[in-house]
């Protein structure tokens, strides 16, 4: 199944559309082709060299303080993998228990979400004027952000929309300012408690009718997060000042859909305390191998292994073009890669196919 960007059709309504491209791949070359799609960078965002640079600079910093300490990123998509949505919305999820679940009620439930999904955006996000200005992730723009104190800024006085140049670039990375501090606060500092009380019900009621699968991606999630050697969770910038421990797990999001609907996701299928804001990409207008090369840079150290967790064709070609294990999550039930099912000892298997077993090595060390 392959990820798609969603598109307001009305109030309260987005529509998936899915990608459909016929793929070309040759393997342990530096050729990638995609018929009609080109894994670089587009010329819009080009103008990303001074915010990658950062994100370099951060890497360094990596690289230097962890020279003896192991770190997994573990790079996650979302849809149909930490969450169900989509599968809810087009009934394939209900389908595949052949008559046992109610088809309709997993529809309404889909609903239900995108709604909320949508009205978070719009109403906390802005939303409704940034939804054509997609980018790659939350610091894409940070050269253009001059500091200024945001705390009595009129955002709907401000102008911003067409010509699309330095100047809105900068308003537009103000908007991402404010969207990445009301992800760090969460959402009982938007929400009213009637809401929180509405928002938690949902949850519940989704993880009901999916047997556990939104609670049990969340606990993998932290258990991935902690793992077994490590005292701490990495921050956004993937630079931990704590003592240093044997090792030490990230997790990444990399999503097909727009940014921010994909942040607004986080939040409410609650994955925030484990993917920081700064470490989720939108691949919708880059691709994935481009995001995967992007974290590849950013983790750049001999001492650090990546593995990737998804449901589809994209994630899985391109984490094989960078020769980092793919576990494949498969929705339907009785199988063992979803939710629950998956286990930190399959992810260690695959790992281990690939980077080799640590703990062997230092033994014969």
Not at 27 to 40: E, N
Not at 123 to 145: G, R
Not at 290 to 317: A, L, T
């Amino acid at each position: 199944m392959c990820g798609g960007k969603c598109y307001r059709t009305g109030p309260n309504k987005m529509v998936f559309f899915t990608l459909q491209c016929p793929v070309s791949f040759v393997y342990g070359t530096d050729k990638f082709s995609v018929k009609g799609y080109i894994p670089a960078a587009s010329a819009d965002f080009q103008d990303m060299g001074e915010s990658t640079s950062i994100t370099e600079q951060r890497a360094k910093g990596l690289a230097e303080n962890s020279l003896d300490q192991k770190i997994n990123v573990y790079i996650w998509d979302m849809d149909e993998t930490l969450i169900l949505l989509k599968s809810l919305l087009n009934e394939t999820y209900a389908e595949a228990f052949n008559g046992s679940k109610n088809v309709q009620e997993g529809v309404k439930i889909g609903k239900m979400w995108e709604k909320l999904i949508l009205d978070l955006c719009d109403n906390h996000f802005y939303y409704e004027e940034i939804e054509n200005y997609n980018k790659p992730f939350l610091s894409s723009l940070s050269q253009y952000d001059d500091g200024q104190d945001l705390s009595s800024y009129d955002f709907k006085q401000d102008g911003f929309g067409p010509p699309y140049d330095d100047v809105n670039k900068r308003k537009l990375a103000y908007r991402h300012r404010v969207i990445a501090d009301k992800y760090k606060l969460g959402l009982n500092s938007i929400f009213d408690q009637e809401m929180i009380k509405n928002w938690d019900d949902m949850y519940t009621m989704t993880d009901k009718y999916t047997d556990g699968w939104l609670s049990s991606a969340r606990t993998f999630l932290e258990e991935c997060s902690a793992g077994k050697e490590e005292a701490s969770v990495a921050p956004a910038d993937g630079i931990d000042d704590s003592v240093a421990t044997k090792s030490q797990n990230i997790n990444i999001l990399v999503t097909s859909g727009s940014l921010i609907p994909s942040l607004a996701k986080c939040l409410l299928f609650r994955l925030d305390n484990m993917i920081a804001h700064g470490n989720v990409y939108s691949s919708w207008d880059v691709g994935k191998l481009h995001c995967f090369q992007w974290i590849k840079e950013r983790f750049n150290s001999p001492n650090v292994r990546f593995c990737v967790i998804g449901d589809g064709w994209e994630e899985c070609e391109a984490a094989e073009f960078m020769r980092w294990p793919f576990i494949k999550i498969d929705p339907r039930p009785g199988c063992s890669h979803r939710f629950p099912g998956l286990t930190l000892r399959t992810v260690g298997f695959y790992l281990s196919v690939v980077y080799g077993n640590p703990d062997l090595e230092e033994d014969k060390e």
